[in-house]
DNA sequence: GCCTCTATGTTTTCGCCGTCAACTTAAAGG
DNA sequence: CCTTTAAGTTGACGGCGAAAACATAGAGGC
């Protein structure tokens, strides 16, 4: 409701929490990790190094709605990207693929901190769980399985595939790949059509 | 060449660094993270909070050494397991894949500081580098690639597929996942099976 | 056999961090 | 208008990574 023009900040302060989540996307692409301290964001933030404690119990919360808005873009990602190809299942798998694999490489950190260990011993997140689960009902839709919570044999190796793909690319550990956009992206694509194309 | 009873600290306190190493690697094995503070590991070896500094220059390149030593290891397995199935190249893309994941899924940390990501500000470390090369060079040598430094196409996919199935799997991140050894010893074996089958 | 040299380990110190408790401020609502 | 309370600040504590200054004990030259 507040209007663009005039007073920009709101009464108190402004609405930190989503300023604090938005400094934090800033510097993970900035620094391609999640190493900066939580002072550093706050500086950055303009606010004192107390002040994301109003808003988040620790860093592993506050990094946790970070891969949470994460999940949230990929599957909107996804969903924009299938649309068009709802009668081809062949096209559209690989489009999704592709999709996904371009998402990790956009933004490597923020891929990583998404696909980062969900530790039993911590509190879980609901709202990482939930965008998580959404994303993942997005790729599932487009596998040969039916409606049930589980995930088919076929769409699991295409999603292991593609998964794997972007996370050995990301973390450079592919010997002979290429350094360019365009042609990590002719890889990719080569990768994913053939893989696709033979049914498992 | 010390033998184990008499005396068994050697001359000035051991020989740190290998003491070092294997105790990361313990506790690494325990904590399932390698958030261990290096004051830390120096407590349970025994040392110094500073001794550490004396072998390695800072926190990653001890990591990266334990992570060098976790590539010999996956060498090793992979070697292991590719004996005996010299003739069959279906079946030795097989195996050497279900190797890698039950790698994987022997010690998650492990895997995931072996596949972290190699930062481009950082200098590299050689062990590290050398290491992961050779193990690389063991999966290539499997796949329909000659000789040179570069990953064929079909290896490719398949090291993608089951880089980023033992990923999901050690990350719990597949929703219908069965939790025991056996069941996802079985899946692995079904979509790895499946997939080698069907030559992309 | 002694004596220096140097690798290895210790102590001390520094600045910074995550987190918490106590205090302050200002918007909201009866 | 006045109280309540959410949101922000200040200050403190223990612990950390890292570096510097110091200590010690094998090893090798003489």
Redesign the pocket.
């Known amino acids: 409701m507040s209007s663009e023009t005039g007073r920009t900040r709101p009464?108190?302060?402004?609405?930190?929490?989503r300023a604090l989540i938005d400094t934090a996307l800033q510097i993970l692409q900035e620094e391609q990790n999640w190493e900066?301290?939580?002072?550093?964001l706050?500086r950055r933030a303009?606010?004192?190094?107390?002040?994301p404690?109003?808003?988040f119990?620790?860093?592993?919360e506050l990094l946790a709605e970070v891969a949470a808005v994460g999940f949230r873009a990929l599957r909107q990602a996804m969903e924009a990207a299938a649309a068009g190809h709802e009668g081809e299942p062949e096209e559209l798998l690989a489009v999704l693929g592709e999709t996904y694999v371009a998402f990790a490489l956009e933004s490597p950190a923020r891929f990583r901190l998404m696909f980062g260990p969900v530790r039993d011993d911590e509190p879980p997140v609901p709202a990482l769980q939930s965008a998580a689960g959404e994303a993942f009902e997005a790729l599932r839709a487009a596998g040969a399985g039916s409606g049930g919570g589980e995930v088919d044999t076929r769409t699991l190796a295409a999603w292991s595939l593609v998964h794997g793909l972007a996370t050995l690319l990301i973390d450079r550990r592919i010997p002979g790949a290429p350094s360019d956009t365009a042609g990590t992206r002719a890889l990719v694509a080569r990768i994913i059509r053939a893989s696709v194309r033979a049914p498992a």
Chains 1, 2 share one sequence.
Not at 11 to 17: A, E, F, Q, S, T
Not at 36 to 40: D, G
Not at 46 to 51: E, F, K, L, R, Y
């Open positions: 009464y108190h302060h402004g609405d930190l929490r900066f301290t939580l002072r550093e706050a303009g606010v004192s190094h107390a002040a404690y109003k808003h119990a620790d860093k592993r």
